[in-house]
């Protein structure tokens, strides 16, 4: 027979533990819905369930001879050696943005060949390229 302070110890642990896992499944619940995913030209090439109202981040190399400014946007081609994706974006590009050089742009898909960027990222250092993107340069020059 359980005493009554056995059985209180026994209810506070279940409310905590009843708790906990609620409170982690809001935690990654919220996770899931603001992360962004990084994708190459590929994988949105090779995808077949690609949501274009949703905001991903596309990476690669800005291809030779490809960027075109004019007055209010900038135009350019992903690359990753594979497949090509043209991106427009509107705004200052870092210090560090030029061709040949690595580049993730954030924003939405208009179609499986056109990206619309709402940010530009580049890299911070000329050595550094993201393991995702190097181990796909590895793959794909192959």
């Known amino acids: 027979m ?11 642990l279940s409310l905590l ?9 809001f ?5 899931t819905s603001n992360i962004l995913y990084f994708k190459s030209p590929t ?8 949501i274009f109202s949703k905001k991903i981040r596309v990476g690669g190399m800005v291809k030779k001879n490809s960027i075109n400014i004019n007055n209010k946007e900038i135009k350019f081609i992903i690359t990753d050696l594979k497949h090509e994706l043209a991106v427009s974006y509107s705004g200052t ?6 061709e040949g ?10 179609d499986k060949n056109f990206f619309i960027a709402d940010r530009i990222l580049a ?7 993201p393991p995702e993107l190097k181990d796909l340069m590895k793959k794909n020059v192959k």
């Open 101 to 110: 050089k690595g580049v993730v742009a954030e924003g939405k898909l208009q």
């Open 2 to 12: 359980l005493t009554k302070k056995v059985k209180k110890r026994a209810s506070f």
């Open 27 to 31: 935690i990654l619940k919220s996770l």
């Open 43 to 50: 994988d949105i090439q090779l995808s077949q369930d690609i």
């Open 17 to 25: 533990l009843i708790f906990l896992i609620i409170a982690v499944f």
């Open 123 to 129: 890299k911070h250092d000329e050595k550094y390229m």
């Open 93 to 98: 590009v870092p210090n560090l943005f030029s």
